[in-house]
């Protein structure tokens, strides 16, 4: 039942229909609980509590289907505003933004122009940028313009995918830019022919990639929710003598506030993904995705008061 539930939201994390529907009626049947509003002011805010109880962040300004030149350019804009705010506001937050909001199906030149226009920002602010890993199919694109910006720019990380068969491969290729990772399980429907099927493959990958990561010597982002994986980081840095400094532990907004305050009150770095903007279908889909128990919260929101 649950990959079918699975199944089903990644389908319409894909409907376009209903993505604009969503833009049309705002963050309603439970998706302000996974979105912190729909504008730059309410971010800061969230971040702002988030930071007083000892939280980092990094904050994405949703974008689903950009499909003119003109709104991928007012896609990047809303990023140099974000960061902007960032830096006004002293905040401890990076920024996470997807390519395809860059122009990504359009052309690798309109991306390139929007992401240096952002990062000549970044650098100047001190805030850091991760571009967010999409399907498959955008995977090795948007590692190519990765390594093109990470030979210009500092403040530049990027996200592999542990469901994907080439992921070994490509945090072994990219160790000579020495960058900053943060590794996730995936959360797009594939091809058994690209990515693994099974989730105890997927889990063994993701610790694969966590060691050989941290014993190249690179900051590494544990994103994930699974308390086995956080273990599992927490005993191999004690094992191997790596400093605290050297990763953090990521958590969506929403999702096991308890543990997120537990990681902190332990001493370790805790990084909040917080999300805002009304294009946030996609992204709530996707969520309810990976963990189908939240279509109780859904429920609630429709239904109860």
Known sequence: ???????????????????????????????????AGETIPDAVKTIKELNEKGMAVTIDHLGEFIDSESEAREAAEGCIKAIEAIAEHQLDSQLSLKLTSMGL???????????????????????????????????????????????????????LQSYLYRTVDDIEELNRYNPNLRLVKGAYKESPKVAFPDKKDVDNNLKKIIKIHLQNGNY?????????????????????????????????????????????????KMRVYVPYGNDWYGYFMRRLAERPANVAFVLKGIFGK
């Open 220 to 268: 590494t982002a544990v994103a994930s929710h699974d308390d086995k994986m956080i273990e599992y980081t927490k005993q191999l840095v004690e094992h191997h003598g790596i400093s605290k400094d050297l990763f953090e532990f990521q958590m969506l907004y929403g999702i096991r506030v308890e543990r997120q305050e537990e990681l902190v009150e332990e001493g370790y």
């Open 105 to 159: 199906d359009i052309s690798e030149a309109l991306v390139l122009e929007n992401m240096r226009r952002i990062l000549d920002v970044a650098e100047d602010k001190d805030v850091f940028v991760t571009i967010d890993m999409e399907d498959f199919e955008r995977c090795e694109k948007t590692l190519e313009i990765f390594k093109k910006l990470r030979e210009e720019y500092e403040h530049i990380g990027t996200v």
């Open 1 to 35: 039942m649950e990959r079918v539930l699975r199944n089903f939201f990644l389908f319409l994390s894909k409907n376009r229909f209903f993505t604009k529907l969503a833009k049309k009626y705002g963050l309603r049947f439970g998706a302000g609980k996974f979105v």
